[in-house]
């Protein structure tokens, strides 16, 4: 079956470095990649996605890249806040809703 | 107020009773997931739902059993708890096709 696969799976950075998380996934079917923050006590927010017919997209200091063709999909976080620090997920997505798959989940520190 | 809500936010239970949690969305979205939420396996998937009436099983579905009579309601509920049964359930809403899931904020239930 499917498998979504996530590392680090801890990562402490200092304020104003930056953060990259790696997700691999089987399914070559699989086309819709979203990345969800946790914070304590809160439920995951989608913080952004990329789709298969797309390599790179940025929102302000977050970045997603997708190699479909290794099946290799990363979380790029720049100038780092301590308000960054939280669990992060990615997910592969395909052809139906019991398909998705969560990433292990990543415990990511920003230390001031 | 625009969202997804879930009830109660904590809930204490016994073993073999039965209990009910509440998931309420207002963007008319016409997915609806539960997820159970456990150190050491993740995010999965107990059941969802496309629309109302229609439900299907996830990953975990025993032990669980969700309704849908209208699109903005989706209760899960647990016939008769148990220990195993101890979590953090997130009900998460979806409009139709690839899209990134909402969260609730999700109840921590325990079964003592």
């Known amino acids: 079956g499917e498998n979504v696969e996530q590392h680090p799976s801890t990562l402490s950075v200092q304020e104003g470095d930056s953060a990259v998380i790696k997700c691999t996934y089987s399914?070559?079917?699989?086309?819709?990649f979203p990345w969800y923050k946790q914070e304590l006590g809160k439920g995951p927010q989608l913080i952004i996605d990329i789709r298969s017919n797309v390599g790179e997209k940025k929102d302000q200091r977050i970045a997603v890249t997708l190699n479909k063709t290794a099946k290799h999909f990363s979380l790029h976080i720049t100038e780092t806040q301590p308000e960054d620090s939280a669990v992060y997920f990615c997910?592969?997505?395909?052809?139906?809703?019991?398909?998705?798959?969560f990433g292990p989940g990543t415990s990511l520190s920003v230390i001031p | 107020d625009a969202g997804i809500t879930q009830s109660p936010r904590y809930k204490i239970t016994e073993t073999g009773r039965q209990v009910t949690l509440m998931c309420h969305q207002t963007?008319?979205?016409?997915?609806m997931f539960w997820y159970r939420q456990d150190l050491g396996h993740g995010l999965r998937l107990i059941y969802y739902s496309a629309a109302a009436d229609i439900t299907d099983k996830g990953e975990v579905p025993d032990g669980y059993v969700v309704s849908r009579s209208k699109t903005e309601n989706f209760p899960l509920t647990l016939e008769s708890a148990t220990r195993s049964q101890t979590s953090v359930y997130f009900c998460?809403?979806?409009?139709?096709?690839?899209?990134?899931?909402?969260f609730g904020s999700g109840t921590r239930l325990t079964v003592v």
């Open positions: 963007w008319s979205h016409s997915y």
């Open positions: 998460a809403s979806s409009a139709a096709g690839l899209n990134g899931y909402t």
């Open positions: 997910a592969a997505m395909g052809t139906s809703y019991d398909k998705v798959i």
């Open positions: 399914d070559s079917a699989s086309n819709y």
